[in-house]
């Protein structure tokens, strides 16, 4: 209780969540008088960082920097345009099939967002298309970053979790794919409301110049992707490589970077990688203090009384998440949910844990695009010029459209888990 207590007091007067959580550990270790546990204190902070999987977070934050100076993101914008700028509303189509292009790189919602801001909504306003609508539509693609693999969040789960990162890649596959289609339905139907206009048709020469163009930088997913699934490097080895082959494409192939724009680059994603490193290693004694106060056990038999059913049990946690979603964001989420629902769900329930993982990281990325935090909402509402309150409105429908998703994962565990037994 005291524990609870003193972390709903340091968020409500603004602490930031990692030192939070690390104080945390200071109040139970003196509430309860065991002061010699102090003597593990800096042990089990540094131990929240002495995993080998959590290097690809950083690695995979440098590609992003790498990518967006190297003038690649602008061409898988054109590759998309190319196959699809043709139909009825084909700019909406092309922006979304670019955030899943770019999703299979960045793995972070707030990066694309900003770079897809930049890229796509000028282009859609410029054809004719409402901005709001332009907006919403990049907002929503950006919920595809934390699912389709590689996945800032995905690592952190597999690392929390200690499962392995490359498999939970896998099992994000298929969800991915269904959230693109659902999408694509949803954007069908704002193109019959708002009378979304035709784009020019490409003649045969500039598709083949696109595709051409582009080719180098698709290169950078089919790494990552290709060598996970291949069994060719672990998820860490794979944004080594693809970070070099980005330098390599930008400086030598597209010549947009310099040698110059490589050390604020590496500041940038050093800046960046900091912060939530902190905040993991923050969960690490946040995790020691749960397993002393015993709660895991606390709420499995809590919930054994509520339902015996697995499918009840996600749907009432879904719920929880949705709720928690709105107020912090999905990382902090992901360290309070795992370590006290984890062990409930594969333990009482027998729920698979890769399955655990997509379903919790899909619910939480939801958040990203709600109020009173959704950082994504808000960066896209100031990258687009749009107000956010607008934005909320006319992403409900993509809302609903990834709920429909999560009820199908729920209630077909097959579509995370397949891909897992082929490979």
């Keep these: 209780m005291i524990v609870g207590a003193s972390f709903i007091g340091l968020i409500a007067v603004g602490v930031p969540i990692s030192f939070a959580l690390a104080a945390l550990a200071l109040i139970y270790i003196f509430a309860s008088g065991n002061t010699i546990l102090l003597q593990s204190y800096a042990q089990q902070l540094f131990g929240g960082l002495e995993n080998y999987g959590l290097l690809a977070l950083p690695l995979f934050i440098l590609l992003g920097e790498f990518m967006n100076a190297g003038g690649i993101g602008r061409r898988l914008m054109a590759l998309a345009l190319a196959f699809l700028g043709s139909f009825k509303g084909g700019l909406a189509y092309v922006n979304l099939m670019a955030n899943m292009m770019m999703a299979s790189i960045l793995g972070s919602t707030v990066a694309q967002i900003t770079i897809m801001s930049r890229l796509a909504v000028p282009e859609m306003v410029k054809a004719g298309y409402p901005r709001d609508v332009s907006v919403a539509i990049t907002a929503a693609g ?239 509402a100031l990258m687009g010029n749009v107000r956010a309150e607008r934005l909320s409105v006319l992403l409900v429908p993509f809302f609903l459209a990834v709920l429909v998703v999560l009820l199908l994962l729920v209630v077909f565990p097959m579509l995370s888990l397949g891909l897992i037994e082929v490979f």
């Design 142 to 380: 950006g919920l595809l970053a934390p699912i389709i693999p590689p996945s800032m969040l995905f690592i952190i789960f597999g690392v929390i979790a200690q499962i392995p990162i490359g498999d939970l890649f896998i099992a994000g596959i298929v969800p991915g794919f269904l959230i693109f289609f659902a999408f694509v339905a949803v954007i069908a139907w704002l193109g019959r409301r708002h009378g979304f206009p035709a784009n020019e048709r490409m003649t045969p020469r500039q598709r083949v110049r696109a595709v051409v163009d582009a080719l180098p930088a698709a290169l950078i997913p089919l790494i990552i992707i290709g060598s996970i699934l291949g069994g060719i490097a672990t998820p860490t080895e794979s944004a080594a490589v693809a970070s070099l082959a980005a330098i390599l494409i930008g400086l030598f192939v597209y010549r947009e970077m310099k040698v110059s724009d490589l050390w604020p680059a590496f500041a940038s994603a050093a800046r960046s990688s900091a912060v939530v490193l902190f905040l993991i290693a923050a969960a690490q004694v946040f995790s020691w203090v749960i397993t002393f106060e015993n709660l895991p056990a606390l709420v499995a038999a809590t919930m054994q009384q509520m339902t015996t059913s697995p499918i009840v049990f996600l749907l009432l946690l879904n719920v929880l998440l949705l709720f928690l979603g709105m107020i912090t964001d999905p990382i902090p989420a992901i360290i309070l949910i795992v370590p006290v629902f984890l062990p409930v769900a594969t333990g009482v329930y027998g729920i698979d844990p890769f399955h655990f993982g997509v379903v919790v990281c899909l619910n939480l990325t939801l958040g990203l695009l709600t109020p009173p935090v959704g950082t994504g909402l808000f960066t896209a």
